[in-house]
């Protein structure tokens, strides 16, 4: 069974750092694309930052700058470097894996952890 499961979310101070990591599981051969949504209360999910197995990035303008996303395609594991934090950026993020290549299973697509929460406050 193919799993996504986010760690290091918590409390920050504003203008402090966090480092997010989404590990997926489950018989897993490769993955295209892996990326971070955020969601706020009472707000739609939105970007955060995408990164394909060859390494293009892409951000959302509001991040630009501040995040970084990385990966190590032989763990299948994706990070998300938060620097110069803002309560706007206070939110759960999802982990995100689209087009997996999956032992005896072929391919699937968007497949999603279960969130990590991200509060910015002082």
């Known amino acids: 069974q193919v799993q996504l499961v986010e760690s290091g979310g918590g409390l920050v101070l504003p203008g402090g750092s966090l480092r997010l990591s989404c590990a997926a599981s489950g018989s897993i051969l490769s993955i295209n694309a892996m990326g971070w949504y955020r969601q706020a209360p009472g707000k739609q999910r939105e970007l955060v930052a995408t990164?394909?197995?060859?390494?293009?990035?892409n951000y959302a303008d509001s991040v630009k700058g501040r995040f970084a996303i990385s990966r190590d395609n032989a763990k299948n594991t994706v990070y998300l470097d938060m620097n110069s934090l803002k309560p706007e950026d206070t939110a759960v993020y999802y982990c995100m894996a689209d087009q997996l290549r999956v032992l005896g299973r072929g391919y699937l697509y968007a497949y999603w952890g279960q969130g990590t929460q991200v509060t910015v406050s002082s």
């Open positions: 990164i394909t197995s060859g390494g293009g990035t």
